[in-house]
T-cell receptor, first 112, second 115 residues
Framework: TQLLEQSPQFLSIQEGENLTVYCNSS?????LQWYRQEPGEGPVLLVT?????EVKKLKRLTFQFGDARKDSSLHITAAQPGDTGLYLC????????????FGQGTTLQVKP | SQTIHQWPATLVQPVGSPLSLECTVE??????LYWYRQAAGRGLQLLFY??????ISSEVPQNLSASRPQDRQFILSSKKLLLSDSGFYLC??????????????FGQGTRLTVV
């Protein structure tokens, strides 16, 4: 069974600090997605990484896919209160089984 | 453009009562459809997914069932709710196909409280 483990589960930092959250698995993935969710709403896709070693940047957010395609990280530079939320990684099952599996998420709180 | 509607937004139901949550998608055809449940501050637990009308895959044995009577309609049901069924339920869709990097789009969720 393919599983995603995210760490840390909870992170509370001051505005302006940098942080990294991780998404790890023992399985190899063809791609991984990162979503962000605000309270009371559904998750929204931030990025999809598909190539081992790939790095994608979205303003102050940097996403990296591990060389072996088993893990991914999200680094936020100079965090702002607006970055507060739940960050989730996810993968689609092989073929078109239809499965979309999420990790347990990292709750980020950025204090002003 | 595609949109997804999920209702109701909040629901308070007594233990033992039935449940029906509905989700509809507009602007696309033959989508993959999903039902997730989320505990507070935690990840999404996949409950059911469907790749076509009448095709339902269950991920977790439980007190719930799902149906897809129409291409863009996905219903989550229960005959008798348990206290443990409380949670935040999310419906989502993604494009059908072999591409595994398609984006999933979520509804606004239903906050279910079983009392």
């Amino acid at each position: 069974t393919q599983l995603l483990e995210q760490s840390p589960q909870f992170l509370s930092i001051q505005e302006g600090e940098n942080l990294t959250v991780y998404c790890n698995s023992s399985s190899v993935f063809s791609s991984l997605q990162w979503y962000r969710q605000e309270p009371g709403e559904g998750p929204v896709l931030l990025v999809t990484v598909v190539t081992g070693g790939e790095v994608k940047k979205l303003k102050r957010l940097t996403f990296q896919f591990g060389d072996a395609r088993k893990d991914s990280s999200l680094h936020i530079t100079a965090a702002q209160p607006g970055d507060t939320g739940l960050y989730l990684c996810a993968f689609h099952g092989s073929g078109n089984t239809g499965k979309l599996i999420f990790g347990q998420g990292t709750t980020l709180q950025v204090k002003p | 453009s595609q949109t997804i509607h999920q209702w109701p937004a909040t629901l308070v139901q007594p233990v033992g009562s039935p449940l029906s949550l509905e989700c509809t998608v507009e602007g696309t055809s033959n989508p993959n459809l999903y039902w997730y449940r989320q505990a507070a501050g935690r990840g999404l637990q996949l409950l059911f997914y469907s790749v076509g009308i009448g095709q339902i895959s269950s991920e977790v044995p439980q007190n719930l069932s799902a149906s897809r009577p129409q291409d863009r309609q996905f219903i989550l049901s229960s005959k008798k709710l348990l206290l443990s069924d409380s949670g935040f339920y999310l419906c989502a869709w993604s494009s059908f196909g072999i591409l595994r990097d398609t984006e999933a789009f979520f509804g606004q969720g239903t906050r279910l409280t079983v009392v």
